[in-house]
């Protein structure tokens, strides 16, 4: 059954994001971070259902502040119920470096989706490619890793969001990926030279051969945001569902924020992000919102001031009629102050009962 049709007779097209945050719940703990221990999370991934297996898919990149590792790996979890998940793989950082023939200091979001076209598993990683060490890291590129099995082998398809524009000079990375009527969308995190950050557009029809289209208008507006989430098929067109964190924000309480190092690169905890939905309008390069909401922390886990780190996920689960939505937060006791190496995060699964 499609999903319109369970929908049909309270709404049309997609799930209204408006009950989606309304009538959402906590439901678990997803993951947990690699230790507890200030700069350790877990994260930045995609949370998904796989049809054929009737199986849902998440990924997350694991960190650690101790010893220089930053983000080490790239994992992949299987769950039954989209709750208690397990691991099916992890590609360490060293691994990746060999495969793609390139010096990878950390590793950041992560995307994962089947080729309908090959049923290769599309294995994307955000990682950072500078020059030097640097915490946060300065020049992000988006990385392939294709498979046809979810446990390797990983074969290395390159590079294929390159720092080759004016406006992802820095950093093209933290992409929000989904296959749309065919389309291979892209919305990622594009930062220029001067770290002004805003959400830009690629497209492909087999997702290695991306086509960027520049950057996106927030309501007709330049604005300085990053977006994390899920993009859906809606009766106006894609439309992407998840958070919004304004960096003008970020930088309100900036006494706050400690520093790792001389770089000054700071941490994507900051005033309480926004739920966010917009009708993306990829023709005219323009995000329309359609409902935007302060997030409020519903769990224990989340910190009151800074609940979020910013990476979200969501996806339909058929077996149970709910939406699911997969947030990286930081935690309210273990974190000694917001800073890349004094915050601890893990995953949690939010629940929406259709």
């Not at 007779?9 to 221990?37: E, M, S, T």
């Not at 960027?212 to 009766?235: A, P, Q």
């Not at 690169?265 to 993306?280: E, K, R, T």
């Amino acid at each position: 059954m499609k999903e319109e049709q369970i929908y049909s007779g309270l709404w049309q097209g997609f799930v209204p994001p408006q009950y989606i945050f309304a009538h959402r719940r906590f439901k678990c703990v997803a993951l947990d971070p690699p230790d507890f221990n200030p700069g350790s999370w877990i994260g930045a991934g995609k949370l998904l259902f796989d049809h054929e297996n009737k199986k849902f898919l998440l990924t997350a990149r694991p960190r650690k502040a101790e010893g220089n590792v930053r983000g080490f790996a790239a994992n992949i979890y299987v769950s039954e119920d989209g709750e208690n998940f397990e691991p099916v793989t992890s590609i360490k950082k060293e691994e990746i470096s060999e495969k793609s023939r390139l010096k990878i200091h950390s590793i950041e979001g992560t995307q994962l989706l089947k080729s309908p076209l090959t049923g290769k598993w599309h294995f994307y990683l955000s990682v950072d490619t500078g020059e030097e060490f640097v915490w946060g890291g300065i020049y992000w590129q988006t990385l392939l890793l294709t498979a046809s099995d979810l446990k390797g082998p990983w074969h290395s398809e390159g590079i294929v969001l390159k720092n080759d524009k004016s406006y992802d000079a820095a950093q093209a990375r933290d992409a929000t990926i989904d296959i749309i009527d065919g389309v291979w969308f892209c919305l990622y995190k594009a930062v220029n030279e001067k770290r002004e950050e805003r959400p830009a557009l690629a497209i492909s029809e087999d997702g290695i051969n991306w086509k960027k289209l520049g950057c996106l208008t927030l309501d007709k507006t330049d604005t300085l945001v990053f977006l994390s989430g899920s993009i859906f098929s809606g009766t106006n067109g894609p439309l992407f569902i998840g958070l919004e964190t304004k960096l003008e924000d970020s930088r309100v309480e900036k006494g706050n924020i400690v520093y790792a190092d001389k770089y000054k690169i700071g941490h994507g905890g900051g005033p309480v992000p926004n739920f966010i939905a917009c009708n993306l309008d990829y023709r005219n390069m323009n995000l329309e919102t359609v409902f935007r909401h302060q997030w409020t922390p519903l769990s224990p886990y989340e910190h009151r001031k800074h609940p979020l780190l910013g990476y979200a996920s969501l996806t339909f689960d058929p077996l149970k009629n709910r939406v699911l939505m997969s947030v990286e937060a930081i935690d309210t006791s273990l974190t000694r102050r917001i800073g890349l190496n004094e915050t601890v995060e893990r995953v949690l699964i939010y629940e929406t009962p259709l």
